[in-house]
């Protein structure tokens, strides 16, 4: 499915946002702008360079992507190159499984670190 039409709106770079408003830090950060992940990430460039920003949950849709005119590897690659790391969560074993660098699903939540979310496993008391 294509894009009908378009509508502009204001925006701001997450750096710029933050450096404004005497944000030093991010502990958890939710990405859901429906394809234009990457621009947020390129937009978040000293924040992430500086790892100021813990960790990041964040969606790839393909339709959406397309409709940006990029691919899933290409957002992996722009947290990747800042030193991040992105995974999969998995229900049934309540473990972050990855890196991983690429997705071909129609749709799927991923979690970035610059801390190894491998290492963390979900006691399942708490669940």
């Not at 509508?7 to 933050?18: E, G, I, P, R, Y």
């Not at 790892?51 to 393909?62: A, H, K, N, P, W």
């Not at 992507?65 to 790391?85: H, M, N, P």
């Not at 473990?95 to 670190?113: H, I, K, L, M, Q």
């Amino acid at each position: 499915m294509s894009p009908v039409h378009s509508v502009d709106v204001l925006s701001q770079t997450l750096d710029d946002f933050c450096e404004a408003e005497g944000i030093a830090r991010v502990n958890f950060l939710k990405v859901d702008v429906e394809g234009l992940e990457l621009a947020v990430f390129q937009g978040a460039e000293r924040l992430l360079r500086e790892r100021c920003v813990d960790y990041q949950c964040f969606e790839i849709s393909i339709e959406p992507l397309k409709g940006a005119g990029i691919d899933s590897r290409q957002v992996f690659a722009a947290l990747e190159t800042q030193g991040y790391q992105a995974y999969r969560y998995d229900e049934l074993s309540r473990t972050f499984e990855g890196p991983v660098r690429d997705s071909s699903e129609y749709w799927s939540n991923f979690y970035a670190s610059w801390k190894d979310l491998s290492r963390i496993k979900e006691n399942k008391d708490s669940a």
